[in-house]
Each structure stands twice: as structure tokens, then as C-alpha cells.
């Protein structure tokens, strides 16, 4: 009992051997059995240090009372899960090799962590990084090469690494601390003080918690110190040693016979259990490796279920699973779900080329294909053979069999050329039913010249029936292409019966034209649904181009995505650009306008210039001709359209780097190829139509001014101001237009301004205030809206427009002024004739030729205060309005006439003279205020030679009192200037 003691006592002392036991005994009882390492010394250190390894120690062990807890039934159960974790390991290659792994190398991993805990320093000075190993065998090298002296042999024998049994503190101070202060040292003291408390804690807990082992071993070892000697108590004490010495071996060997024996019959006993025990385990081995590997080997049962349903996307993610099986894998069984996942594969590659060949296919299902057989390409790891290629690329459209070389090394690619060759196919034909429609249009016109040549036939013969019904016919003949205002000229189909022989070439040309208009918008509708889509694809190729030759891969001589782009892509474009702009501008036109654009141009063949025509276009009169204003308008809006889809692909394209084709902007074409040069040609057709659209429609806005101005003497700028607005809103190239509109607006108001001057020479006074009123209300407020509607059109800037268009309505106004103003002068001239100057009577009322004159006048100013703004005229360099001008005018024409009147009857008595001076000086004092200073001073000038006529006397009685009454020929029966004045009180009244 003492040595048992003993040797607990020497287990709580020695830290370094328990505590790499600790972990594993910490925790455990009595009754757990504690799993062996094959090490005596961790299993049962207590036996190991009594010396007690033989066999017989299983019986100081406790006896197990369950089957589950038995040795040979850990030992089995351990075995059967190392063989099941073997053959999946071997049979699927899958993750669990990884995990496997990982459990393996967990030992490992632990006794690395404890190399590097035992590495770092154990004061804690320095950092983790710190390594003494290294320090220690850096401090060996340096010394072997050292003399052997005794400082040397000291640091040879000592050593800085703590678990060594020569460790040196001093030594270890002066290496791994020489600049540790005093208070670091305490402190790393500290630390390991209570490093070491813990430790002693441990084995304390260690000790207690497996005290009834420690005691249940010493009891057996009394047990046998007891027992040892029984039986030979009487024989000395070297015999009873050498008796008890027998006896314990004949003991231990009949207990090893009862062990042998019991095992035989647990064997016997327990031996089928323990067969069927093993099988169970094998059974459920086998059912969770079935569980693991069935969605494996459903893998080609579900892809055949995923291809028949169009579900080639999820067929290529449930390959996925099947390329994990390695291609020398044992097991049979994975070999054939391998393979037939494999043929799976092979069919979705035939499915996902055809599809790709396919011109129905959405833009979706494209990209989607291309994807899906991008990936099935990854994960086989290599591309498609010559056998398969050929027999997966073969399509039912002849013009795209992609079985003439095309290596399927870039499926995008691939995509790129077959669709291309749809989208050439489909121009080639759209040419070729434009071309037939209008051919066949102008052979059926013939044929009906020559059947109206008998009216009666045309409306009674079976004949024209057939006719009349091939004419509703045309592939490309829809709706009726025309505004209202064409209707005259728009006949198509069977209206033309309606009309006689006459309008049946006007018939002829409005089928053209709606054939033309009709070719344009299927254009714009084959080229917006088809452009986008080759573009996605080709960015789709030019990133997976760019990821093979990232990797390596080399194209060899396969085309490049930009030599489709400037190629095959571009040249059947260019054909759709000619064949719109062609119908919307005429043959003449366009050929002019394209081969102006394409002159310049460095290193550009002839054939280029040409223009690469895959049918020609018509060479008729109605097929080189412009188009009407309603036709052009509906080609504008299609040319528009097709440059928007040019332009949003090219910009797509310029993103592509490396493509020679898009490096910049218009200024670097240099040739009449690609996308570039396809949307500079299309912007030219759109300008160029929309050019003509904005005259054919100014035009027509100048008709309808000039039948205006004839009809009503209006100048209509609000029907220009309207027109221009329409215009902004309906033209998609306003800017390049604006010259064009300026000019259309300036010929209108051209034409209104100049009939209007015709009418004002034709007509009376009230006609010329009219259009003055036009004019002005022209210049106040319409000139000023067209202006501003005109405004960002990119002509001339807005105030020489605005001064152009004013000057033009000015000279308009003064021309109709200046004839209004020798109307009214001929109108006063009326009232002052000399006849009736020389008959003047001896009564005493008003005299009616100045009543007449000042009437006209006061009627004047009426109209003009009814019919003209009261605000200056815009030309009059004095400021004056339309009424003082007027009254100016006119009283000046007035007074001259009064005075020539007074000159011309000179040979009259004085009486008359002093009459007409009378009427004189009432017509100063009535019209001073309006009346210029020249005339003013004429009319004095007259006075006074009036009164060096007749004398100062004479003169003076005629202005005497205040009531006009003379002092003297009172009788003679003149009025004087008091009396005009009562009597004309009315006219004053107006007058001022």
C-alpha cells in the first residue's frame, strides 16, 4: 500500500508525463473503459511503473457488463466502419477522401500545435512569431564552429529550450531576454507561477477523479502480497519465496487457461450474434452509401427526363454530378451511370447546335444554348469531335448547315455565322420581293393600258375582274400610305376601276409609291429584330474568345468576331441601308447622295463605292422619283427608326477592344464597310428625306398662306407657326433640318406678303387698314411665336432671323401704307377743288367742299382707331401712331390744297380772295395741332400774301369782333372766321 502511494505521490510531482494524459482522462469514471493508444506508459501508467504488462492485468480491469461495452465488440464495430469508410472512399472518390483526410491528419495537426506551444517563449515577453527551436538550433551552428574552450563546452552542454533536460536559465536569459527589464521579468514570473497553480490543479482533479482506480489497484496488490505465499508458511524464507514465486505462476497460468476457456465459449455463444451483428453494420453501410450515391445514379434518368421536356439548362447542372466520378473509378456500377450520362450529354450537345442553327429560336434561348453548351464544353474538357459535329450541326434550313468545316471551338461563334447567314438570307429575299412587287406592279399596269383601250370591256369583261383582284395581291402592298391631303393621288388597288383611263397612271404611281413606303418599314422591322440579336450574340462570342485565348486556347484559322462584324454582318446590312434609301429618296437621288459620301474615302474599291447590290432596283420613272409629301413623311419615320437600332449596335460594337472598325468616331471610317459606315449612310437617307418632308410640308403651308391672303387680305404666320411646331414633333433630325424650314418659312411669308401687295394697289382705303392691321399684328406678336418655334433648329441664330422675317412684313406694310396715304390724299383733294373755290355763293352757311375734306378725315381717323393698334408704327422714325400720321398727312394735303386754291384765283375780286383767306385761317386755327411745321409755315406765307393783296384794312374787318362780324362790307354775305367756327363746332369737335 505504501508503494501505491508512493507512486501517486511521484504521478501528481511529474507534470511533463501527465499532462499529455490529462486530456484524455479528464472526465472519464470508473465504470467508462478508456480507449487503448497501444502506449503501456498513457494507457495505465500505474501498471506500467509497477511492471504489471502480462495479460493477467486484464483482470485489474473493470469486467464489462453489456456486449455494447466489451473490447472485441469495440474492436469489431471499428473495424467494420474502417472497411465501409475504405470501399466508399475507393468506390466514389467524392468528399470524403477530403474528410477522411482531415481525420488523419488530425493527429498530426494536434502534435504540430504542440510543437509550436512548446517553441514560443514561456514568459510571454516575446510575440507569437518567436520560434526558441529555431533560435536553438541557430545557437548550435554557430558553436560547432567555435574552439572548445570552457565558455563554449558550458553553452554546449546548456540549452534555451525549457523541456530540455540541460536547460540553462542564465543561458536562456541572455539569449532569449538581454533588453527584458527588471518588471517584465516579475511579471512573466507571474504568469508562469499561476501556469504552474493550474497545473497542479489539474493533477489534483486528475487524482481525485480516478482515485477509485488507484484504490481498487491496490487493493489486488495487497490481495497478492497476501495470498502470494499460502500453503508454505513452515520452509525458509528463500523456499517460501521460490514456492510463492510457483505459485503465483501456476495461478496465473490457470487464469489464463479459465480466459482461454471463456473466450472459446463466449465464441461458441456469442458467435452467430457477432456474425449478425457484422452483417447489420455491412447492411447499413451499404444503405447510407446508397443514400449518398442515389441522386447519382438517377443522374441519366433525370437528364433523358430534362431533354424531353426542352429543360437543357437543368440537364447540363444534373451532368455536373457526374463528372465528379473519376474516369478510373472500380465501380462498376458508377461506370455505367458515367457513361450513359455521358450519351445524355452527347444528345443535349446534338439539341443545344440545332437549336443554335435555328432561326425561330428567341434571343433568350440563344444565349441560353450557347451558355448551356459552353459549360457541357468545360466539363468534358475538351471540344467536339469531327464525328459528333457533323452529325449535331445539321439544320433544316440549307443556306445555315454549319457541315462545311465549321469547328465549334467558340459555340457563340458558332451562333454568329449560322445566324448571320438567316439574316443575309432573309435581305437577299426582302430585295427580292420589293424588286418583284414593283416589276410586277408596272407589268400589270401595261396589261390594263392595253384592256381600257375598250371602256366597255374594262367594265363589263370578266378579264379586268382577274385583274382588279391580282392587284389587292402584293406581298408588300398594306394599308394606304397617305395623308388627306393626297387622297387625289393615293389611289391604290382596286380603287383604280372607280376612276377612268386617264387616272390609271396615276394609279400605277401610287402603287409604287405605297410598295416603296411598305418595302421601307419591313426593312426597319427586319433589321430591329435582327441587329440587337446578332450583337448580343457577338459580345457573347468576343468574351468567350477572349477567355480561350486567356487561357491559351489557340483559334487556329477560325474567323474572328470582328471579321463577321465587318464582314458577313455589315455587308447584308448595307444592302437593307441602300434598298430603304433607295425607295425612300428615288434611285437618282440616293445614288447621288451615296456616292458623294463614299468618295473620299482612303482605300475603297470600286465595287464598295458601287455598293454591294445582291438584285437591282428597278430603273422605272416612278422608281427613281421622289416620293410625295404623305409617302416621304412615313419613310422618315422608318429610316428613323432603323438609325436608332444601327446606332445602339454600333455603340454595343465599340465596346468590343481590338475592333478595328469602331476605334473612334466618323473621322476615322476609312472604309464604306461595317456597322459605322452602314448608320453614316442611313443618317444621310434620313436627313436627305426629311429635308424633302419639311418642303414638301412648307409648301403646302404656302398654298394655304397665299389662299389665304387671295380669299380673306390675311397674313396667316399663325398656319406657319403651326406648321413649324408640327414639324419639331414629327422630325427625328430637326437639326440638321433647320435651314431647310428657315427657307420654307421665309417663301411663305414670301408669297402671302407679295399677294397681299398686289391686293393693297387693287383696292379701297379699308382693304389697305386691313392688311396694315395684318401687318402689324404680324410684327407685335406672330413673327414673335415664329421666332421662338423656329428656335434650336440649328440655322441662323434667332435675332437675324427674327429681323429677317420682320424686315419682309415691314416693306410690306410700308408699301400698303404709302398707297392707303395717296388714296387719302387723293380723298381730300376732292373737297378743295378750284371750281368750286371760284363759285362760292353769298349765303352764310358751312362751305361743303371743306365739310367734305374734314369728313374724310374724321372717317379715316375712325378706321383707323377701329381697325390699328394705338401704338407707334414700327417703321415711323418719329414715333407717331397710325392716327397722327394719318392726321398729319392729311391735314398737310389739306392745307396745301387751300393754299393752291388761294394762288389760283389771283385774278379774282377781293372779296373771294378774302373768302378763301377766311376758310384759310379757320382751317390753321382748326388743324395747327396736327399739321406739320412746313405746311404751317406755307399756309402763313399764304396769309401773308393774302393780306398784302387785299390791304391790312381790308383784312382786318373780316376778324374785327369776336363774333366774326365786320365793321364794314358787313353785306357782302362771306363768313368770317367766328361764324366758320360756330357752324363747324362739330368737325372741331371731332377733330380734337
Same mark, same amino acid.
Given at each position: 500500500?505504501?508503494?501505491?502511494?508512493?507512486?501517486?505521490?511521484?504521478?501528481?510531482?511529474?507534470? $511533463?508525463?501527465?499532462?499529455?494524459?490529462?486530456?484524455?482522462?479528464?472526465?472519464?469514471?470508473?465504470?467508462?473503459?478508456?480507449?487503448?493508444?497501444?502506449?503501456?506508459?498513457?494507457?495505465?501508467?500505474?501498471?506500467?511503473?509497477?511492471?504489471?504488462?502480462?495479460?493477467?492485468?486484464?483482470?485489474?480491469?473493470?469486467?464489462?457488463?453489456?456486449?455494447?461495452? /466489451?473490447?472485441?465488440?469495440?474492436?469489431?464495430?471499428?473495424?467494420?466502419?474502417?472497411?465501409?469508410?475504405?470501399?466508399?472512399?475507393?468506390?466514389?472518390?467524392?468528399?470524403?477522401?477530403?474528410?477522411?483526410?482531415?481525420?488523419?491528419?488530425?493527429?498530426?495537426?494536434?502534435?504540430?500545435?504542440?510543437?509550436?506551444?512548446?517553441?514560443?517563449?514561456?514568459?510571454?515577453?516575446?510575440?507569437? /512569431?518567436?520560434?526558441?527551436? +529555431?533560435?536553438?538550433?541557430?545557437?548550435?551552428?554557430?558553436?560547432?564552429?567555435?574552439? $572548445?574552450?570552457?565558455?563554449?563546452?558550458?553553452?554546449?552542454?546548456?540549452?534555451?529550450?525549457?523541456?530540455? /533536460?540541460?536547460?540553462?536559465?542564465?543561458?536562456?536569459?541572455?539569449?532569449?531576454?538581454?533588453?527584458?527589464?527588471? %518588471?517584465?521579468? *516579475? %511579471?512573466?514570473?507571474?504568469?508562469?507561477?499561476?501556469? !504552474?497553480?493550474?497545473?497542479?490543479?489539474?493533477?489534483?482533479?486528475?487524482?481525485?477523479?480516478?482515485?477509485?482506480?488507484?484504490?481498487?489497484?491496490?487493493?489486488?496488490?495487497?490481495?497478492?502480497?497476501?495470498?502470494?505465499?499460502?500453503?508454505?508458511?513452515?520452509?525458509?524464507?528463500?523456499?517460501?519465496?521460490?514456492?510463492? !514465486?510457483?505459485?503465483?505462476?501456476?495461478?496465473?497460468?490457470?487464469?489464463?487457461?479459465?480466459?482461454?476457456?471463456?473466450?472459446?465459449?463466449?465464441?461458441?455463444?456469442?458467435?452467430?450474434?457477432?456474425?449478425?451483428?457484422?452483417?447489420?453494420?455491412?447492411?447499413?453501410?451499404?444503405?447510407?452509401?446508397?443514400?449518398?450515391?442515389?441522386?447519382?445514379?438517377?443522374?441519366?434518368?433525370?437528364?433523358?427526363?430534362?431533354?424531353?421536356?426542352?429543360?437543357?439548362?437543368?440537364?447540363?447542372?444534373? &451532368?455536373?454530378?457526374?463528372?465528379?466520378?473519376?474516369?478510373?473509378?472500380?465501380?462498376?456500377?458508377?461506370?455505367?451511370?458515367?457513361?450513359?450520362?455521358?450519351? !445524355?450529354?452527347? =444528345?443535349?450537345?446534338?439539341?443545344?447546335?440545332?437549336?443554335?442553327?435555328?432561326?425561330?429560336?428567341?434571343?433568350?434561348?440563344?444565349?441560353?444554348?450557347?451558355?448551356?453548351?459552353?459549360?457541357?464544353?468545360?466539363?468534358?474538357?475538351?471540344?467536339?469531335?469531327?464525328?459528333?459535329?457533323?452529325? +449535331?450541326?445539321?439544320?433544316?434550313?440549307?443556306?445555315?448547315?454549319?457541315?462545311?468545316?465549321?469547328?465549334?471551338?467558340?459555340?457563340?461563334?458558332?451562333?454568329? %455565322?449560322? %445566324?448571320?447567314?438567316?439574316?443575309?438570307?432573309?435581305?437577299?429575299?426582302?430585295?427580292?420581293?420589293?424588286?418583284?412587287?414593283?416589276?410586277?406592279?408596272?407589268?400589270?399596269?401595261?396589261?390594263?393600258?392595253?384592256?381600257?383601250?375598250?371602256?366597255?370591256?374594262?367594265?363589263?369583261?370578266?378579264?379586268?375582274?382577274?385583274?382588279?383582284?391580282?392587284? *389587292?395581291?402584293?406581298?408588300?402592298?398594306?394599308?394606304?400610305?397617305?395623308?388627306?391631303?393626297?387622297?387625289?393621288?393615293?389611289?391604290?388597288?382596286?380603287?383604280?376601276?372607280?376612276?377612268?383611263?386617264?387616272?390609271?397612271?396615276?394609279?400605277?404611281?401610287?402603287?409604287?409609291?405605297?410598295?416603296?413606303?411598305?418595302?421601307?418599314?419591313?426593312?426597319?422591322?427586319?433589321?430591329?429584330?435582327?441587329?440587337?440579336?446578332?450583337?448580343?450574340?457577338?459580345?457573347?462570342?468576343?468574351?468567350?474568345?477572349?477567355?480561350?485565348?486567356?487561357?491559351?486556347?489557340?483559334?487556329?484559322?477560325?474567323?474572328?468576331?470582328?471579321?463577321?462584324?465587318?464582314?458577313?454582318? +455589315?455587308?447584308?446590312?448595307?444592302?437593307?441601308?441602300?434598298?430603304?434609301?433607295?425607295?425612300?429618296?428615288?434611285?437618282?437621288?440616293?445614288?447621288?447622295?451615296?456616292?458623294? #459620301?463614299?468618295?473620299?474615302?482612303?482605300?475603297?474599291?470600286?465595287?464598295?463605292?458601287?455598293?454591294?447590290?445582291?438584285?437591282?432596283?428597278?430603273?422605272?420613272?416612278?422608281?427613281?422619283?421622289?416620293?410625295?409629301?404623305?409617302?416621304?413623311?412615313?419613310?422618315?419615320?422608318? #429610316?428613323?427608326?432603323?438609325?436608332?437600332?444601327?446606332?445602339?449596335? *454600333?455603340?454595343?460594337?465599340?465596346?468590343?477592344?481590338? &475592333?478595328?472598325?469602331?476605334?473612334?468616331?466618323?473621322?476615322?471610317?476609312?472604309?464604306?464597310?461595317?456597322?459605322?459606315?452602314?448608320? =453614316?449612310?442611313?443618317?444621310?437617307?434620313?436627313?436627305?428625306?426629311?429635308?424633302?418632308?419639311?418642303?414638301?410640308?412648307?409648301?403646302?403651308?404656302?398654298?394655304?398662306?397665299?389662299?389665304?391672303?387671295?380669299?380673306?387680305?390675311?397674313?396667316?404666320?399663325?398656319?406657319?407657326?403651326?406648321?413649324?411646331?408640327?414639324?419639331?414633333?414629327? #422630325?427625328?433630325?430637326?437639326?440638321?433640318?433647320?435651314?431647310?424650314?428657315?427657307?420654307?418659312?421665309?417663301?411663305?411669308?414670301?408669297?402671302?406678303?407679295?399677294?397681299?401687295?398686289?391686293?393693297?394697289?387693287?383696292?379701297?382705303?379699308?382693304?389697305?387698314?386691313?392688311?396694315?392691321?395684318?401687318?402689324?399684328?404680324?410684327?407685335?406678336?406672330?413673327?414673335?411665336?415664329?421666332?421662338?418655334?423656329?428656335?434650336?433648329?440649328?440655322?441662323?441664330?434667332?435675332?437675324?432671323?427674327?429681323?429677317? &422675317?420682320?424686315?419682309?412684313?415691314?416693306?410690306?406694310?410700308?408699301?400698303?401704307?404709302?398707297?392707303?396715304?395717296?388714296?387719302?390724299?387723293?380723298?381730300?383733294?376732292?373737297?378743295?377743288?378750284?371750281?368750286?373755290?371760284? /363759285?362760292?355763293?353769298?349765303?352764310?352757311?358751312?362751305?361743303?367742299?371743306?365739310?367734305?375734306?374734314? #369728313?374724310?378725315?374724321?372717317?379715316?381717323?375712325?378706321?383707323?382707331?377701329?381697325?390699328?393698334?394705338?401704338?407707334?408704327?414700327?417703321?415711323?422714325?418719329?414715333?407717331?401712331?397710325?392716327?397722327?400720321?394719318?392726321?398729319?398727312?392729311?391735314?398737310?394735303?389739306?392745307?396745301?390744297?387751300?393754299?393752291?386754291?388761294? &394762288?389760283?384765283?389771283?385774278?379774282?375780286?377781293?372779296?373771294?380772295?378774302?373768302?378763301?383767306?377766311?376758310?384759310?385761317?379757320?382751317?390753321?386755327?382748326?388743324?395747327?395741332?396736327?399739321?406739320?411745321?412746313?405746311?404751317?409755315?406755307?399756309?402763313?406765307?399764304?396769309?401773308?400774301?393774302?393780306?398784302?393783296?387785299?390791304?391790312?384794312?381790308?383784312?382786318?374787318?373780316?376778324?374785327?369782333?369776336?363774333?366774326?362780324?365786320?365793321?364794314?362790307?358787313?353785306?357782302?354775305?362771306?363768313?368770317?372766321?367766328?361764324?366758320?367756327?360756330?357752324?363747324?363746332?362739330?368737325?372741331?369737335?371731332?377733330?380734337?
Amino acid at each position: 500500500m505504501q508503494r501505491v502511494c508512493g507512486i501517486i505521490f511521484d504521478a501528481v510531482t511529474k507534470s $511533463d508525463a501527465v499532462e499529455d494524459d490529462s486530456s484524455s482522462a479528464i472526465g472519464s469514471s470508473p465504470q467508462e473503459g478508456r480507449k487503448s493508444t497501444g502506449d503501456p506508459k498513457r494507457d495505465d501508467p500505474i501498471g506500467y511503473e509497477l511492471g504489471l504488462h502480462s495479460s493477467s492485468v486484464l483482470l485489474l480491469r473493470d469486467t464489462p457488463t453489456t456486449w455494447g461495452t /466489451s473490447g472485441v465488440s469495440k474492436k469489431l464495430a471499428e473495424s467494420a466502419d474502417k472497411a465501409a469508410q475504405a470501399n466508399v472512399s475507393s468506390a466514389l472518390c467524392l468528399e470524403s477522401d477530403s474528410e477522411i483526410g482531415q481525420q488523419m491528419n488530425c493527429g498530426v495537426k494536434s502534435d504540430d500545435e504542440r510543437a509550436q506551444q512548446l517553441s514560443r517563449d514561456p514568459l510571454g515577453i516575446r510575440d507569437e /512569431s518567436f520560434d526558441l527551436r +529555431s533560435l536553438e538550433i541557430g545557437r548550435r551552428k554557430v558553436l560547432d564552429g567555435t574552439s $572548445d574552450d570552457s565558455e563554449s563546452k558550458l553553452s554546449r552542454e546548456g540549452s534555451v529550450l525549457p523541456t530540455d /533536460s540541460n536547460f540553462a536559465p542564465l543561458l536562456f536569459l541572455t539569449l532569449v531576454h538581454p533588453e527584458a527589464s527588471f %518588471q517584465e521579468l *516579475t %511579471q512573466a514570473l507571474t504568469r508562469l507561477e499561476g501556469v !504552474a497553480d493550474n497545473h497542479a490543479m489539474r493533477l489534483q482533479r486528475l487524482v481525485r477523479d480516478n482515485f477509485p482506480l488507484f484504490v481498487r489497484c491496490a487493493e489486488g496488490i495487497d490481495w497478492f502480497a497476501e495470498n502470494i505465499g499460502e500453503g508454505h508458511g513452515g520452509q525458509t524464507q528463500a523456499r517460501q519465496g521460490d514456492d510463492a !514465486a510457483g505459485s503465483a505462476v501456476e495461478k496465473l497460468a490457470k487464469l489464463e487457461e479459465l480466459v482461454t476457456e471463456v473466450r472459446k465459449h463466449s465464441d461458441e455463444a456469442f458467435g452467430p450474434l457477432l456474425d449478425n451483428t457484422l452483417d447489420v453494420r455491412r447492411t447499413k453501410n451499404a444503405l447510407a452509401i446508397l443514400s449518398r450515391v442515389g441522386p447519382i445514379l438517377s443522374v441519366p434518368n433525370l437528364m433523358t427526363s430534362h431533354l424531353q421536356g426542352g429543360r437543357i439548362a437543368e440537364a447540363v447542372n444534373a &451532368y455536373r454530378k457526374v463528372r465528379l466520378i473519376n474516369e478510373t473509378c472500380g465501380v462498376d456500377l458508377l461506370k455505367s451511370v458515367r457513361a450513359k450520362a455521358m450519351e !445524355a450529354a452527347a =444528345e443535349a450537345r446534338s439539341s443545344l447546335t440545332k437549336l443554335l442553327s435555328s432561326p425561330d429560336a428567341s434571343t433568350q434561348k440563344l444565349l441560353s444554348a450557347i451558355r448551356d453548351l459552353n459549360d457541357l464544353d468545360d466539363l468534358d474538357d475538351k471540344k467536339i469531335d469531327a464525328g459528333l459535329k457533323e452529325d +449535331s450541326v445539321k439544320s433544316p434550313q440549307p443556306a445555315v448547315a454549319a457541315g462545311d468545316g465549321v469547328e465549334i471551338q467558340n459555340p457563340a461563334l458558332f451562333c454568329l %455565322q449560322t %445566324q448571320a447567314k438567316h439574316f443575309d438570307r432573309l435581305a437577299v429575299a426582302m430585295i427580292k420581293v420589293c424588286n418583284n412587287s414593283l416589276r410586277s406592279s408596272m407589268e400589270k399596269d401595261a396589261r390594263l393600258k392595253n384592256l381600257l383601250k375598250d371602256e366597255h370591256e374594262v367594265q363589263r369583261g370578266s378579264e379586268s375582274e382577274n385583274i382588279k383582284r391580282d392587284l *389587292t395581291e402584293f406581298s408588300l402592298e398594306g394599308p394606304r400610305y397617305f395623308d388627306e391631303d393626297d387622297e387625289d393621288e393615293a389611289v391604290t388597288g382596286s380603287d383604280a376601276f372607280s376612276h377612268q383611263f386617264s387616272g390609271a397612271h396615276s394609279s400605277l404611281k401610287s402603287t409604287v409609291y405605297s410598295i416603296r413606303v411598305a418595302s421601307c418599314q419591313k426593312i426597319n422591322l427586319l433589321v430591329r429584330q435582327w441587329l440587337p440579336r446578332l450583337m448580343r450574340i457577338s459580345s457573347t462570342a468576343y468574351d468567350i474568345e477572349n477567355q480561350l485565348l486567356a487561357s491559351g486556347h489557340a483559334l487556329g484559322d477560325t474567323k474572328r468576331v470582328k471579321e463577321f462584324l465587318e464582314g458577313d454582318v +455589315s455587308d447584308s446590312l448595307m444592302v437593307l441601308v441602300e434598298l430603304s434609301g433607295q425607295n425612300a429618296l428615288g434611285r437618282d437621288l440616293f445614288e447621288e447622295e451615296r456616292t458623294a #459620301l463614299f468618295s473620299d474615302r482612303e482605300g475603297v474599291s470600286e465595287e464598295e463605292k458601287e455598293g454591294k447590290r445582291k438584285s437591282t432596283f428597278p430603273n422605272e420613272e416612278h422608281c427613281k422619283t421622289c416620293l410625295p409629301s404623305g409617302f416621304n413623311s412615313k419613310c422618315a419615320q422608318s #429610316l428613323s427608326g432603323l438609325s436608332e437600332t444601327i446606332a445602339a449596335s *454600333t455603340a454595343s460594337a465599340r465596346g468590343m477592344r481590338g &475592333y478595328a472598325g469602331f476605334g473612334g468616331g466618323r473621322s476615322n471610317l476609312k472604309s464604306a464597310r461595317g456597322l459605322e459606315a452602314c448608320s =453614316e449612310l442611313v443618317e444621310l437617307a434620313i436627313i436627305e428625306c426629311e429635308k424633302r418632308w419639311c418642303s414638301n410640308a412648307l409648301s403646302h403651308c404656302a398654298r394655304n398662306c397665299a389662299e389665304a391672303a387671295t380669299a380673306k387680305g390675311l397674313l396667316d404666320v399663325k398656319a406657319i407657326v403651326r406648321c413649324v411646331k408640327r414639324l419639331r414633333e414629327d #422630325l427625328h433630325r430637326g437639326f440638321e433640318c433647320g435651314s431647310r424650314i428657315e427657307d420654307g418659312a421665309r417663301g411663305c411669308l414670301t408669297a402671302s406678303c407679295t399677294i397681299l401687295g398686289e391686293i393693297a394697289k387693287e383696292r379701297d382705303v379699308a382693304v389697305n387698314l386691313d392688311i396694315i392691321k395684318e401687318t402689324a399684328r404680324a410684327l407685335s406678336v406672330d413673327l414673335i411665336d415664329l421666332t421662338d418655334a423656329m428656335g434650336g433648329l440649328g440655322g441662323q441664330n434667332e435675332d437675324a432671323l427674327s429681323a429677317g &422675317y420682320a424686315r419682309m412684313v415691314k416693306e410690306l406694310e410700308e408699301a400698303v401704307w404709302k398707297d392707303y396715304i395717296v388714296i387719302l390724299k387723293e380723298r381730300v383733294r376732292e373737297g378743295i377743288e378750284n371750281k368750286r373755290m371760284k /363759285s362760292i355763293g353769298k349765303g352764310r352757311t358751312f362751305p361743303a367742299h371743306l365739310s367734305s375734306a374734314l #369728313l374724310c378725315i374724321v372717317k379715316n381717323r375712325a378706321l383707323i382707331e377701329e381697325n390699328l393698334p394705338s401704338g407707334s408704327r414700327p417703321l415711323s422714325g418719329e414715333g407717331l401712331s397710325y392716327g397722327e400720321e394719318m392726321m398729319r398727312v392729311s391735314c398737310d394735303e389739306l392745307l396745301k390744297s387751300a393754299c393752291e386754291a388761294v &394762288y389760283g384765283g389771283w385774278e379774282d375780286n377781293a372779296p373771294d380772295v378774302i373768302a378763301r383767306g377766311v376758310e384759310i385761317a379757320f382751317l390753321v386755327e382748326l388743324l395747327e395741332r396736327h399739321a406739320g411745321q412746313d405746311t404751317l409755315a406755307v399756309v402763313r406765307q399764304t396769309l401773308k400774301d393774302m393780306v398784302g393783296r387785299v390791304g391790312a384794312e381790308e383784312w382786318a374787318k373780316v376778324n374785327v369782333d369776336e363774333e366774326g362780324k365786320g365793321t364794314s362790307d358787313i353785306d357782302r354775305g362771306w363768313l368770317t372766321v367766328g361764324e366758320m367756327r360756330r357752324q363747324g363746332r362739330i368737325l372741331m369737335e371731332c377733330l380734337h
